[in-house]
């Protein structure tokens, strides 16, 4: 009997790992839709040490990605000319590849791009994460201060 409670503790420790690694990959889906998924929105700051480095000509990129694998964006949003602090909200809009959806756990970032064209930082690019990446996506206090310069 010691032997098949055993077992069964192990094959539930099992199927809870395969649940959190589901999760983590965002393969898994909530039994509530509003959690999880669809939107990500919260506010970017500049942190005070490079306010004075904001050009008028600068333009905010707020970047969406998974955790693991390619470092290529799920979604994006542009902000030209932003004034500081700046709000924004990713929907499933946002998302660049189709067929793609906000859900599961992501990395959000914010990069205040000099040269305006999306793409990985270049030098002199001033760059924000949010601090409690990886998130669930479906966030809506997901606050970046940007506070580094590439």
Known sequence: MAGL????VGM?????????????????HSCDPAQGSGVI?????IAPSLADQVRPTDVL????????GPPRPIA???IDSPKFP???????????VQGAELRGMVDVVARLDRDGQ???AQPGDLEGKYAKNPTLAGGRD???VIDSVH
């Open 76 to 78: 994006a949003k542009r």
């Open 142 to 144: 997901i606050d970046i």
């Open 12 to 28: 539930a420790g099992g199927i809870i790992a395969l649940a959190a690694l589901a999760t983590w990959l965002g393969l898994a």
């Open 61 to 68: 990129f707020v970047i969406v990605r998974r955790p693991q």
């Open 118 to 120: 999306a793409g990985p």
């Open 41 to 45: 929105a919260g506010q970017v700051t």
């Open 86 to 96: 700046v709000s924004y909200e990713i929907t499933n809009a946002d998302v660049m």
């Open 5 to 8: 409670s055993g077992r069964a």
